[in-house]
């Protein structure tokens, strides 16, 4: 069901993440292959952005071990697997509010692809234009509202030149004319042969862009593999209408 | 790709010909002791140092996001590692700097565990790093507990010669210590250390290296402080560890930080030159100099948060040694300063590439 070890250009084994007491993540075995665009789906408390958190390295595992084109990465902060070209958004966006929207995503150009003054313009510029952001780009990032927030940590996220981009719920709250911008946005981003994760609620939306669905409940994988098929799935339809594979 | 034609700006018309002010502004005060008291030189001695410390402050906090209450550690340090080096024997005036190469020196393995400390716990290990250093340095046979000691070998040199030296070592010291900063501040360190203050976790998400930038702009700061407490020595001659290890120093700092702008270059500058005047013209009333000075930083947070600076700033778009980026967009292109561009789509680009 997985992609082979060895076309992965993402792979983690045995993850395990746990709070305390608390079992986040129970065993996860995950793998996709380079320019794959996997969707992830799951009830609340599913452990989804967890596993996100802990793919990217904003925390590391309890245990398991995670590689990155090739290498292992388990031990590399989040950073330096930015810089490697694994970059997430924020569920909850993170903007650097005291900056400009430009000044945002020129961080991550300069800092997460490494590049130089004026490409770095050039990527940051991009990405908003991408994005539709470039008319705001002058805006302090405190003064944004919700859903162009969710927008600039896309932009920033890509300015950063990811070769796999995980997504935390950037579609959340939009009209459906937003969420068709949104996809084709997803779907640029694939002709340009980025691999994406993308967590989201609004499954429907996910499913244009989604090849490959994966879907989580209470920290485990309970159906992994063709969105319909997925979708289908008795487990996956008890874990949304209660009950739980438990 | 057709962003080709946009133009990141780095200043505005009048930021340039604030440029050349500030070379003009120099270049004068370079030559005023010429025309200024043996008194008036004193006192601007002590204005560069206060520009100096405000600016350290600023960037520290301002930017950085790191407050911290206990830079006069290295204002302390500055002084006490002068008075060390003048007594081995070396000339003063050159112990001033060495001295402050030093504290950068050992800003660094403090740098070691403090700043894995956030916030208010930064904040205050910062000052017990202090108290602990004062316990130290008294401990020193040579400045002999709180009694203290002086820099004598500055007497072999004639009280106008002195005075003139440290004028323009204390002008030299804060117009090089604020170009450093400006530099850094402006540069692609200078976004990651703004971007590190608003959002530490997300900065490191786009592949900021966080606690070595953090680190760099620590021990600059502890540089320039400590080139503060060196030539505040050199000016007062006498050294007793607590007026130095005082955190008053620190109080000072943030008055005129607060009181000027924080997280604004122009702010800090500002407000040490205001703290200087209120001190010139208050500082003879005692206690109720100091009960002014809390009475007006309270007011300050209240009414004015954003500092002088950062209120003109906002009203009218001023921006003169600014160290941001703004895009200059098609439709505003007439408008270079404009703060809030409407954020209605303005259809940039039609052409695809």
Not at chain 1, 151 to 174: F, H, M, N, V
Not at chain 2, 59 to 67: I, K, N, P, R, Y
Not at chain 2, 209 to 214: A, E, F, P, S
Request: overall charge neutral.
């Amino acid at each position: 069901m997985n992609a082979t070890p060895n076309g992965a250009v993402l792979s983690a084994a045995g993850i395990h993440k746990r709070f305390g007491a608390l079992v986040v993540l129970d065993d996860i075995d995950f793998a996709m292959g380079a320019e794959e665009a996997v969707g992830i789906v799951g009830p609340n408390g599913a452990g989804k952005t967890t596993l996100l958190s802990v793919l990217s390295g904003a925390y590391p595992p309890s245990a398991g071990t995670i590689a990155f084109k090739g290498d292992d990465v388990t031990a590399l902060p989040a950073t330096q697997r930015c810089r490697l070209g694994l970059v997430r958004t924020h569920q909850v966006p993170k903007p650097f509010g005291g900056m400009t929207v430009f000044e945002n995503v020129f961080v991550a150009a300069s800092h997460g692809a490494g590049l130089g003054r004026d490409e770095a313009y050039e990527e940051a510029l991009g990405s908003l234009k991408l994005c539709g952001m470039l008319s705001i780009a002058n805006r302090r990032a405190e003064t944004l509202g919700l859903l162009d927030r969710k927008r600039l940590e896309l932009a920033r996220a890509l300015a950063a030149k990811p070769t796999l981009l995980l997504l935390d719920e950037i579609g959340g709250g939009l009209t459906d004319g937003e969420a068709g911008e949104l996809v084709e946005t997803i779907r640029e981003l694939r002709r340009r042969r980025i691999g994406i994760v993308w967590i989201e609620h609004i499954v429907h939306v996910l499913l244009q862009v989604a090849e490959r669905l994966i879907c989580m409940d209470a920290g485990k994988i309970i159906a992994d593999g063709e969105p319909q098929a997925v979708m289908a799935d008795p487990q996956v339809i008890s874990a949304y209408l209660g009950g739980g594979p438990k | 790709m057709n962003t080709a034609s946009l133009v990141i700006e780095r200043g505005t018309p009048a930021s340039r010909s604030a440029g050349i002010g500030v070379l003009t502004i120099i270049l004068l005060l370079a030559i005023a002791p010429q025309f200024l008291s043996a008194g008036a030189v004193d006192r601007m001695t002590a204005l560069f140092i206060y520009v100096i410390l405000a600016a350290m402050w600023n960037a520290l906090a301002g930017f950085g996001g790191l407050v911290s209450v206990g830079q006069q550690v290295f204002f302390g340090l500055g002084a006490y590692f002068a008075i060390r080096l003048a007594n081995a024997g070396l000339n003063p005036f050159v112990s001033l700097f060495v001295s402050a190469v030093i504290v950068g020196a050992v800003s660094w393995p403090i740098s070691l565990f403090m700043l894995r400390l956030r916030n208010g716990e930064f904040a205050i290990g910062m000052w017990v790093i202090a108290a602990l250093t004062h316990l130290l340095v008294n401990l020193d046979r040579l400045i002999q507990g709180e009694t203290g000691t002086s820099l004598i070998s500055l007497n072999v040199y004639d009280a106008s010669t002195r005075r003139l030296t440290i004028y323009w070592l204390a002008l030299a010291s804060m117009t090089a210590l604020l170009a450093i900063l400006f530099s850094l501040l402006r540069g692609s360190t200078g976004a990651a250390i703004r971007a590190i203050r608003d959002n530490e976790d997300a900065a490191a998400s786009v592949g900021v290296r966080v606690t070595g930038t953090k680190r760099q702009l620590f021990v600059l700061a502890a540089f320039g402080i400590g080139v503060a407490g060196a030539l505040w020595l050199a000016t007062a001659i006498t050294f007793q560890p607590k007026t130095y290890f005082n955190v008053q120093w620190t109080a000072y700092m943030i008055f005129m930080v607060l009181v000027g702008g924080i997280g604004t270059f122009e702010g800090a500058i500002l407000g040490a030159l205001l703290f200087f005047l209120i001190e010139t013209w208050f500082g003879g009333t005692g206690v109720w100099y100091l009960i002014g000075l809390g009475a007006a930083a309270l007011a300050f947070s209240l009414l004015l948060p954003r500092g002088l600076w950062g209120t003109l700033e906002e009203r009218f778009g001023w921006r003169l040694l600014s160290v941001g980026y703004r895009v200059r967009l098609p439709a505003s292109a007439a408008d270079p300063t404009g703060e809030a561009i409407s954020p209605a789509p303005t259809a940039a680009h039609s052409e695809k590439a």
